[in-house]
């Protein structure tokens, strides 16, 4: 079976799913509500603290829009990838998938693309919505490009590691202690910063620092992406070890 009919296939049933869930359908929202949020909300809520503090922290805005976006929506398209995957595993569909014409690979390749285009547009609309100033289109989607693996990442992790979607979620709200890794980055010069690179979700943040900062961005934005394939890699051998090698 082709590539296309596969992903034609699975896509219409995984919208299926969704709109069952209303969980998952309520995350689906997630961009144009946090997107929104931070247009119209932080501000209100800067100048709110700055009366308080008699300070101006408006300058602020884009730092706390741009990766607010960066770490929160990578990390919802994956653990709505992930919770559809627990969903086929509790109603058995990885086996039937075994008696079908999809492979094991187009099945990964779909799971691994429905997450990561997801994050991609979603992180741009989102960066798009709440307009943080001084960044232009290509800027902002290749922001939202440098994070858009993280997605696939957590969904696999979830697949790999989660029994039901109790664990999902715990899983996805732990993903939320990592954070300090990319908020340390902006009190922390390098080259020690370069060691909390060792959690993924540092990588978007600091593309967006060093846009900033006006530097080159590709070897930034390759390292990001370069260090999430070789993860995501280790965690698709896992996937297949677990799900069709042990059927």
């Known amino acids: 079976m082709k590539t296309i009919q596969v992903i034609k296939i699975l896509g219409k049933n995984d919208l299926k799913n969704i709109m069952r869930d209303d969980y998952i359908s309520y995350l689906i ?7 929104l949020l931070l247009r119209w909300g932080l501000p209100a809520v800067l100048d709110a603290l700055g009366t308080y503090f008699a300070s101006d922290l408006s300058s602020y805005y884009a730092v706390i829009a741009v990766c607010s976006v960066l770490l929160l929506l990578p990390i919802i398209s994956g653990a709505i990838a992930g919770f559809l995957h ?18 094991p690979r187009q099945y990964m390749l779909y799971n691994l693309l429905l997450p990561f285009f997801g994050s991609l547009l979603g992180t741009w609309l989102a960066l798009l919505l709440a307009n943080p100033a001084d960044l232009g289109l290509l800027r902002l989607f290749v922001l939202s490009l440098s994070a858009s693996p993280l997605a696939p990442l957590l969904a696999f992790a979830v697949a790999c590691f989660a029994e039901n979607k109790i664990q999902g979620f715990a899983m996805m709200k732990g993903t939320i202690a990592l954070w300090i890794a990319p ?50 890699y280790l965690l698709l051998k896992l996937f297949d070890r677990k799900v069709y090698q042990a059927d």
């Open 29 to 35: 929202f997630m961009p144009l509500g946090l997107g």
């Open 183 to 232: 908020i340390s980055a902006f009190y922390i010069s390098p080259p020690w910063q370069y060691l909390l690179g060792i959690i993924p979700l540092y990588w978007p943040c600091r593309l967006y620092q060093v846009i900033a900062e006006g530097k080159p961005i590709l070897p930034t934005f390759l390292a990001g992406w370069l260090y999430s394939g070789i993860l995501l």
């Open 86 to 103: 627990l969903d086929q595993k509790d109603n058995k569909i990885t086996s039937v998938l075994l008696l079908t014409p999809v492979s």
